[in-house]
């Protein structure tokens, strides 16, 4: 297969870290990696560092908002970055998200004429539904965000269960089911590295550990885990929790565990960005704690996987996608005590969440390196079927719109390309003018010297003239005393 030049656009990126981010980093560092080449193009961050990828970021300008959702909020309408991006020879655009990245792509396609795949991984009902309250706001929101989708070529989700929320959102497009991975690779690491990394908290050994990594936010099912963990301690059983992750929700969650009487037992650490560090985590753990039924694939859970660390999910939910109950994960049903007993019921049979670790990590774990592979192999499609022309036109009033965007961007970026042409133009006149003034004033300075050396020669040769006939005077003048003298003598 030619190698591919891929687009990837998402809304986060390092130092904004999410699902979706470590995905679209994922992405490019495998296609870069050997595949073919990828640039990212995301919103700009005052403090990243892009020089830790292997591969080219764009940055396009943004708005803090992160005060709000928790990201900045891109502008994508850029006709530097568009211009840009329009002499990198892409054959083909992913998005990773339907906002912004997505509007993007739209404008982006107007430019280069190639396909967009859009990736849906995050069940946007629930974020519009949490920034909007207004019911009529969140259907027109819901419609805007499935038109958007709509556009683009091919759309891709990371499982069923996202299709059926795309589905519920008004989709009515096809789709395809392409999974994530994870960058971890399949095993655990050694007892004194966990222990080592783990450091620094009551983790008595034979006290059951469950474990938490992710955003603290509510609708993550973090409010089941905390309210079975205080029945858990009524009941008696000893046990310890850890959550690793930042997020809006974080303090309420924090208050709400020591309001519990957890706080002897239950810990949080911020985000952590070291990836062994976090596997350490996993591999120190008993269990892993994941009622969500908001995430579309639950990285996490994979990521767990990969260490040997069985999960504890919500039955139905996208997280629980192609796992067995009681074989490599432990389903219940989505409250606190469904949970509550089956936390009771494991911290007895420890080595039944062992044998559950051990089976997650042959059935559950997919690397990235497998997941981007294939994903790679399936643009090839995709842009095959683009220039075949087997994809819908894009005819609708918004499609229009990004063709006015398209458009606009470059009147835009010709514009600057005029101005920066006379400025460049000026400057180089102002250079020339600079470097003749100079070259005249050389000249001038050249012939002020060549005539002073000769007025000083003059100068010298009448002095030596004077001299010389000064001393012909006193000469002759001496000759005439002589004379003078000789002649007074003979009259004597």
């Known amino acids: 297969m030619e190698k591919l030049n891929v687009c990837l656009i998402n809304d986060s990126f390092p130092p904004a870290i999410d699902g979706v981010a470590n995905a679209v980093v994922n992405y ?11 640039s990212v193009v995301t919103p700009y961050y005052p403090d990243a560092d892009d020089s830790v990828f292997g591969f080219p970021v764009i940055r396009y300008p943004s708005i803090d908002t992160t005060k709000f959702v928790g990201y900045r909020a891109g502008v994508p309408f850029s006709a530097d970055v568009m211009r840009q991006l329009e002499v990198s020879d892409f054959d083909i655009i992913h998005s990773h998200c339907p906002l912004t990245s997505t509007l993007f792509a739209r404008t982006l396609r107007e430019r280069l004429n190639i396909p967009i795949v859009m990736t849906y991984h995050t069940k946007f009902d629930i974020d519009i539904a949490n920034a909007v309250k207004s019911r009529v706001l969140q259907a027109e929101a819901a419609k805007l965000l499935v ?7 091919e759309v891709w989700t990371v499982s ?11 989709y009515a497009g096809s789709y395809t089911v392409v999974p994530n991975g994870v960058d971890f690779p399949r095993g655990r690491v050694s007892a004194d590295a966990s222990e080592a990394a783990c450091a620094g908290y009551d983790l008595p050994k034979g006290v059951p550990l469950f474990l938490f990594v992710g955003r603290m936010m509510w609708y993550k099912g973090i409010r089941i885990i905390l309210d079975a963990l205080a029945g858990l301690k009524a009941d008696g ?3 310890r929790m850890v959550f690793i992750g930042g997020g809006g929700d974080k303090e309420e969650i924090v208050s709400c565990a020591e309001e519990l009487g957890l706080g002897d037992r239950v810990f949080f650490t911020d985000p952590i960005r070291d990836r062994d560090i976090i ?8 269990l892993f704690l994941f009622p969500s039924t908001f995430d579309t694939n639950g990285l996490v859970v994979r990521e767990a996987a990969a260490c040997g660390l069985a999960s504890v999910l919500v039955a139905g939910s996208c997280a629980a996608e192609d796992s067995a109950d009681g074989e490599d994960s432990f389903l219940i049903e989505e409250n606190a005590e469904s949970m509550r007993r089956m936390l009771k019921r494991l911290c007895a049979e420890p080595e039944r969440m062992k044998a559950a670790g051990a089976k997650a990590m042959e059935s559950l774990y997919i690397s990235w390196e497998d997941s981007v592979r294939h994903a790679y192999g399936m643009y090839g499609t995709v842009i ?4 075949s022309g087997l994809y819908p036109a894009h005819e609708t009033p918004g499609d229009d719109m990004f063709r006015w965007a398209s458009d606009t961007l470059e009147s835009v970026s010709r514009r600057k390309e005029f101005l920066r042409y006379v400025q460049e133009g000026f400057l180089r006149e102002q250079q020339r003018y600079h470097e003749e003034s100079e070259a005249d004033a050389e000249r001038i300075r050249s012939l002020l010297q060549e005539r002073k050396e000769r007025l000083q020669s003059l100068i010298e040769d009448g002095e030596n003239k004077v001299r010389s006939d000064i001393e012909s005077a006193k000469a002759s003048f001496r000759e005439t005393l002589d004379d003078i003298s000789r002649f007074m003598d003979r009259y004597k």
């Open 279 to 286: 596997r350490a985590w996993y591999c120190r753990a008993d």
């Open 28 to 38: 490019g560092r495998i296609i870069s990696g050997g595949l073919g080449s990828a």
């Open 160 to 170: 069923r269960g996202a299709g059926e929320n795309l589905r519920k959102l008004g």
């Open 147 to 153: 038109e958007n989708i709509s556009a683009c070529d």
């Open 384 to 387: 095959e079927n683009y220039r």
């Open 237 to 239: 059983t000893d046990f």
